[in-house]
């Protein structure tokens, strides 16, 4: 399997999938800055092999040390961030592409991009502020991190001035790396 095979069979369908029942599909991932705490605490870990990630590249049989390496993750949440926008859908969708976020639409983001935040978890609300701005008045976040829902408490009486009526975050009972393949979760 390429990671063009990944990015049809198991990323595409789940964007078209959310793309179907939501206006606005937001995809955020974490940033890997070289000089950042984070770095430090995730070198300690391990070293994982290095690999280039391109459409024709075979993905890796050991996902879990291709994904030690901060390098691969950054190429391969490019990569999905750059497939996700082609997902056949009428939805907006609005992908984090390392401090950036691209659209598969002209919608504007600067609002969203360049963003600091290292984390999803806290980028995500970059994204729900942006989307209550717009109009929403109800948005889904979609996490399996308890730090996520700490954040949104902290920051919904702020989506809530802004119009936001409704926020759901159902805790997903599947590991963070949703993405990646079955044998991963």
């Not at 590249?57 to 961030?81: I, Y």
């Not at 700490?150 to 997903?172: D, N, R």
Request: include cysteine; charged fraction near 30%; glycine fraction near 6%.
């Amino acid at each position: 399997m390429t990671f063009d095979d990944y990015a049809k069979e198991d990323i595409i369908p789940t964007v078209e999938s959310y793309g179907a029942r939501y206006e606005r599909v937001d995809v955020v991932f974490d940033v890997y800055k070289k000089s950042s705490l984070k770095s430090e605490t995730r070198s300690k870990k391990g070293q994982g092999i290095r690999r280039k990630v391109t459409g024709t590249e075979r993905d890796p049989g050991n996902w879990q040390s291709f994904l030690r390496d901060a390098s691969n993750k950054t190429e391969l949440f490019h990569f999905l961030a750059e497939k996700m926008c082609e997902a056949e859908t009428t939805s907006t969708v609005i992908v984090t592409k390392g401090e950036d976020a691209i659209s598969n639409t002209r919608k504007s983001l600067d609002a969203v991009s360049p963003c600091c935040h290292e984390e999803a978890d806290s980028r995500i609300f970059v994204h729900a502020r942006d989307t209550t701005t717009d109009g929403s008045k109800s948005i889904i976040i979609k996490a399996n991190d308890t730090d996520v829902l700490v954040i949104a408490i902290s920051v919904l009486p702020s989506l809530q001035e802004l119009g936001l009526e409704k926020c759901g975050l159902p805790l997903a009972k599947e590991p963070r790396c949703d993405g990646f393949p079955k044998s991963m979760r």
